[in-house]
């Protein structure tokens, strides 16, 4: 028997038209999942795409699998059952900021809450792009939109810190246009045996355009990026001449410099994937301290579908033969005449 051909990224690309506006980040979005499901040993018929609605909502159209595009919101709570009912099945989750963190915010906090095997991808371009630029959950204050003419007065979400605040065992954050990270995290998230929250920095070209030119823009990159791997110093700049240093006494970050002020090396922290308050510190960097991308928090825990159908295994050992007719007619009874 032959062994089965090896597939390619184009052997997940689909022949419907993409119909994203052209520059949307979201096409490197796809470029990276259609190289990366290959590269995992994905299959079409072991992989799912769940997505709820927004322009990041597409994306089953696009990936030749199987998919469901669902209704606003209850992406997560669609992908649990799917996870549920075939645990064996490589499921994927699509959302956008608003979509997720918004009208879906309480799917997706039980679903990293619960463990549930699967991968979610947060787009987060801080804006509603499919209903024409209204703001969003993850908006800065003072966006100025269809909505908040004057600026937004909302104090926008943290998507790391929701996820880490959920319970999530795995969460990341990666840039659209960055292939060879966000590639790697992808692997990991997909690696990882429970619920994984990756959040995608997506750059909207229509309603948000630039919206985080202050940390992609090549000219600042160096220093407004720290790419953090566990084991290692959380160094970045363009010759790795800053890094984070914990304040003991505030239990803050604050930014260093090696050899200013008789800094050296050992001051500066490592990261310890494992550390869920380390986690948070990293995931509430923003300017002037550089923005934190890779895997920030990881710690592997049973997922919620093993234990159910761990569950349902044990029940089946004690009573391998179960009389329904037996069971119908336990307890109280009424007899009709």
């Not at 795409?49 to 209850?74: K, L, M, Q």
């Not at 969460?171 to 246009?177: H, S, Y």
């Not at 922290?269 to 550089?290: M, Q, S």
Request: charged share 20%; hydrophobic share 40%.
């Amino acid at each position: 028997m032959n062994a089965p051909a090896k597939l390619t990224p184009d052997d997940f690309a689909t022949d419907q038209e993409v119909r994203w506006c052209p520059g949307c980040g979201d096409y490197a979005i796809l470029k990276a999942v259609h190289k990366t499901l290959p590269e995992l040993g994905a299959t079409h018929e072991n992989t799912v795409f769940v997505s709820g609605i927004g322009c990041a909502a597409r994306f089953p159209y696009y990936i030749n699998t199987y998919g469901f595009h669902t209704i606003h919101g209850r992406a997560a709570a669609i992908a649990t059952g799917v996870k549920l009912a075939n645990p064996e099945l490589n499921v994927w989750v699509v959302g956008g900021d608003g979509d997720s963190l918004s009208i879906g915010g309480n799917h997706l906090f039980h679903l990293l809450r619960r463990n549930v095997d699967v991968q979610y991808l947060m787009f987060n371009n801080e804006i509603y792009g499919l209903t024409k630029g209204q703001f969003s959950p993850t908006s800065r204050v003072g966006t100025k939109s269809p909505s908040t003419p004057q600026g937004s007065v909302d104090r926008p979400a943290n998507g790391l810190r929701f996820a880490l605040g959920a319970g999530a065992r795995f969460v990341g954050r990666a840039i659209d246009i960055q292939q060879a990270n966000l590639g790697a995290l992808l692997k990991r998230a997909h690696g990882h045996k429970g619920a994984s929250f990756v959040e995608i920095l997506q750059n909207c070209i229509v309603y948000n355009d630039d919206v985080f030119a202050h940390i992609t823009d090549k000219k600042v990159a160096a220093d407004a990026q720290i790419l953090v791997e566990d084991g290692k110093p959380l160094l970045f700049g363009k010759d790795k001449s800053k890094g984070l240093r914990l304040n003991v006494k505030t239990l803050a970050l604050e930014m260093v410099t090696l050899g200013e002020g008789g800094v050296g090396l050992d001051d500066i922290l490592v990261h310890d994937e494992k550390n869920r308050v380390l986690g948070g510190l990293l995931a509430d960097l923003e300017a002037p301290f550089p923005v934190a991308l890779g895997v920030i928090y990881c710690d592997p825990a049973e997922s919620y579908e093993a234990a159910v159908w761990g569950q349902m295994a044990q029940a089946k050992a004690k009573n391998p033969k179960p009389d329904i007719n037996k069971l119908l007619r336990a307890g109280n009874v009424w007899t009709v005449e």
